[in-house]
């Protein structure tokens, strides 16, 4: 669930900037808010609340409302917070096929967390999610920006067990 509104969020100036010039680039600024949110979220230690929505109202003069329906269509951004490594393991059909349902309770398991929480020390949380565009090397999972492909649970939770 989305904090309220009552805390606040405000852009860095250099997230402001970042901002401003999607702003500018487009000619419809709505188009602006898929990369507004990303420069947000990574502001908001990797999640969006009620508080960056309404501050992204402020500064790009579009309606809350609009920039909301983007947030909670789309699963690249956060609801909640995220471990430092945000583990998504895609479930989709071709995924699922190989093993991606498995692959994320296997990972869940090793990880000793639920789908959705962060772990105890705040280095991983673990997110079942649609397709991530790599059907012909499933399964696979995405950890914060970065793809691995053709796994195993055991290449899996080797990857992971490198992570700092």
Do not use: W
């Amino acid at each position: 669930m989305l904090e309220t509104a009552k805390s606040t969020f405000q852009l860095s100036a250099e997230g402001l900037a970042e901002v401003k010039k999607e702003l500018a680039r487009y000619e419809i600024k709505d188009s602006a808010i898929i990369p507004a949110l990303y420069v947000a979220q990574k502001e908001n230690k990797g999640f969006i609340t009620t508080a960056v929505i309404h501050h992204l109202g402020q500064v790009m003069d579009i309606p809350v409302s609009k920039i909301n329906e983007v947030f909670k269509f789309y699963t690249m951004f956060n609801q909640v917070p995220v471990g430092k490594h945000h583990v998504q393991v895609c479930t989709n059909i071709s995924c699922a096929l190989e093993g991606g349902r498995e692959l994320t309770n296997h990972i869940c398991h090793e990880l000793g967390v639920k789908l959705g929480e962060v772990t105890a020390d705040g280095r991983f949380s673990v997110s079942r999610v649609e397709c991530l565009g790599s059907c012909g090397t499933a399964p696979m999972m995405q950890v914060n920006t970065k793809y691995y492909e053709s796994l195993t649970p055991e290449s899996a939770m080797n990857i992971l067990r490198g992570m700092k």
